[in-house]
């Protein structure tokens, strides 16, 4: 909450600035923003919402969420002639934290549509075992047996399991592992992500992509909290339901504009 | 020949703009470098130095000695390294500090070690201090620490054979205060860093693991049996900790509350800092309050010890029947792991170690 607002008023500042030129100006680029929220179908979760047991899921658990934490990559806008701008190689987005949750490109955008793409979790070529020491000093690292490399996705609470007894899950997303040890087998269980086309102009935008929590649960198929709630990591086909159920969890949401006139 | 005349000229000026009070002594303290080892350079970060308290070696040098001085204290009964002893890890076997007239603390002394690289800027058991030179100000006027004055020690500083010269050189002021005083302390405890253990040099092709080593290893690993490396860090986290707060499943109520006493957050009690697991072989008795004086007891709690409360962290698994129960096997091996952790040439450094000539 204290994000949008702050958004807001980021906005209205930037409004506020409008010159009174009348001659015509050189076309103005917008410094664009991706902003990463969460919400619980269709309510927003912050730190804020962090570890009430308040949230239900669609085979009927109840739940709360203490610790999320994600990595997106590739994070890329394209526009109409094809022509890619990297806005970021990784962000590591700690809810809990509220770190990485608002990423600002290193370029400005000239006004036109563009497509937005970017990945969930680390793609098997950028999945280098211990080659990013900011990861590494995250703690973010899976281990060796496991095939090293990255996780994708820590998402943990406490839910209420059909004993009414308050349980600890660790919903944590890597690369699928099969026979942990000397030589698992792996298969990139990351998902690519095209959030489609969305329109850049004035000179600030701000764009929300908002990851629908409920969906890990949910589509297409409902996960039963009771029987996958822990030891998910070493699970190779948990992995797969995850990235099945991963397919439509990240939505475009709003994109806000400062236009000047 | 006409430029050397320029040059001399604007040297000139510049030094007459110089300012003209005491405090311009014209020293230039010697540049100091952290001494990081190859594997943190490979896989982390650099060390965090703050601007307004670069390395130095007149200032590492006088930290050093103001460390190891017993006047720092109300009754000159003791030093830093009265709770923080090189042999112990720096840190003391004894279960909570005891400061002068022997007033006892709530907590264990934590260890000093690699606390240059903790980029999240938080000290202590609850992260209650952001910086080291904010840090090193609590247990000099603690009631329960030193319990002493700044003003005391200017006053002993102002008064002692070396140390004016000292503060001289490593700070350019001849008028020690606070600030001085705790920026040559955090300079020396920055310096504090380890990463010679056998384990690492395992990982960089120096040392073979026993048997009983890897398969702790592999515990620690292993989600389904240890999982200590979600906040206990891991071969690419050469720190040994997460350096982030957890309720690790100690207590079912909280007499103190840790992280949540400082934040105020009902959500974070019972919450402390992860410990970097290094140099355990010298660092007992463990956990917060001291209350496991072995590594067999610390892995029986996580193995068959874990109790619940609201704010126990979601990575602790079965905590209704009390821990993931490892086999005999595991918990030996886990704790041999454990130990390969341990650097003797840290606790042996006489770089860390106290001088003789002050």
């Given amino acids: 909450m204290k994000k949008i607002a702050l958004l807001f008023i980021a906005l209205v500042s930037f409004l506020a600035c409008d010159n009174d030129d009348e001659t015509a100006t050189p076309v103005v680029e917008s410094v664009v923003s991706i902003s990463f929220t969460q919400s619980f179908d269709g309510s927003p979760i912050t730190a804020n919402e962090f570890n009430a047991i308040s949230y239900t899921n669609e085979n009927g658990e109840q739940l709360s969420i203490s610790r999320l934490r994600y990595l997106m990559s590739d994070i890329v806008l394209t526009d109409a002639n094809g022509t890619e701008a990297v806005i970021g190689d990784y962000s590591l987005v700690d809810v809990g934290e509220n770190s990485g949750v608002l990423l600002e490109a290193p370029m400005t955008f ?152 | 020949m006409n430029k050397i005349i320029l040059t001399s000229l604007i040297l000139l000026l510049l030094a007459s703009c110089g300012k003209d009070n005491d405090d311009a002594l ?5 540049p100091a470098e952290i001494a990081t080892p190859l594997l943190f350079q490979q896989l982390i970060p650099e060390a965090v130095i703050p601007e307004d308290n670069p390395q130095t070696e007149e200032g590492i040098a006088l930290g050093k000695r103001l460390f190891y001085d017993k006047r ?197 009690f019972g919450q402390f800092k992860s410990p970097s697991l290094r140099n355990l072989a010298y660092t007992a008795p463990y956990m917060h309050d001291g209350r496991f004086a072995t590594l067999e007891e610390v892995v029986n709690h996580y193995s068959e010890g874990l109790v619940y409360s609201d704010t126990i962290d979601p990575l602790m698994k079965a905590v209704d029947v009390g821990g993931v129960a490892l086999s005999e096997t595991d918990k030996a091996d886990l704790v041999a792991f454990l130990l390969s952790l341990s650097d003797p040439s840290f606790i042996n450094n006489p770089a860390f170690l106290p001088s003789n000539n002050p």
């Avoid at chain 1, 899976?142 to 994708?152: E, F, M, R, S, T």
């Avoid at chain 1, 998902?191 to 589509?219: C, D, F, R």
């Avoid at chain 2, 014209?26 to 010697?30: A, K, L, M, R, S």
């Fill in chain 2, 26 to 30: 014209g020293y230039i303290p010697t």
């Fill in chain 2, 72 to 268: 720092l204290s109300l009754d000159n009964s003791i030093s830093c390294a009265s709770c923080h002893r090189p042999q112990e890890g720096f840190s003391d076997s004894r279960t909570v500090s005891i400061g002068v007239d022997g007033a006892p603390g709530t907590r264990n002394s934590m260890p000093l070690v690699n606390l240059a690289f903790n980029y999240f800027g938080n000290f202590n058991w609850d992260g209650s201090a952001a910086t080291l030179e904010e840090q090193h100000e609590t247990p000099i006027t603690s009631p329960i620490e030193m319990h002493s004055t700044f003003a005391d020690i200017t006053a002993m500083v102002e008064a002692d054979a070396n140390y004016p010269l000292q503060f001289e050189q490593a700070f350019n002021v001849t008028n020690v205060t606070k600030t001085e005083v705790t920026k040559a302390l955090a300079q020396f405890v920055r310096t504090m860093v380890s990463g010679d253990s056998k384990f690492d040099r395992h990982l960089l092709g120096e040392a073979t693991l026993t048997p009983q080593e890897q398969n702790g290893l592999d515990v620690f690993l292993d989600e389904t049996r240890g999982d200590c490396f979600h906040c206990h860090g891991s071969p690419t986290n050469p720190l040994w900790t997460d350096n982030i707060f957890h309720n690790n499943g100690l207590d079912t109520t909280f007499d103190d509350r840790g992280r949540g006493d400082f934040t105020g957050d009902p959500n974070q």
């Fill in chain 1, 110 to 261: 000239e006004p036109g549509e563009y497509t937005l793409s970017m990945r969930f979790g680390f793609s098997d070529a950028d999945n280098t075992n211990a080659a990013y020491p900011d990861l590494n000093a995250a703690s973010w690292g899976v281990p060796a047996p496991l095939g090293g490399g990255y996780h994708y996705m820590q998402m943990e609470g406490m839910y209420i399991n059909s004993e009414d007894v308050n349980t600890n899950y660790q919903y944590h997303t890597i690369r699928a592992a099969e026979n942990p040890g000397e030589a698992p087998t792996l298969t990139d269980t990351s998902i690519a992500i095209n959030l489609g086309t969305l329109t850049i102009e004035g000179s600030v935008t701000i764009i929300e992509v908002n990851m629908n929590i409920e969906e890990w649960y949910k589509n297409p198929i409902v996960w039963d909290l009771n029987e996958l709630y822990t030891m998910l990591m070493p699970n190779y086909e948990a992995q797969i339901m995850m990235n099945q159920n991963g397919q439509n969890v990240f939505n475009l949401g709003l994109v806000n504009s400062a236009i000047d006139n």
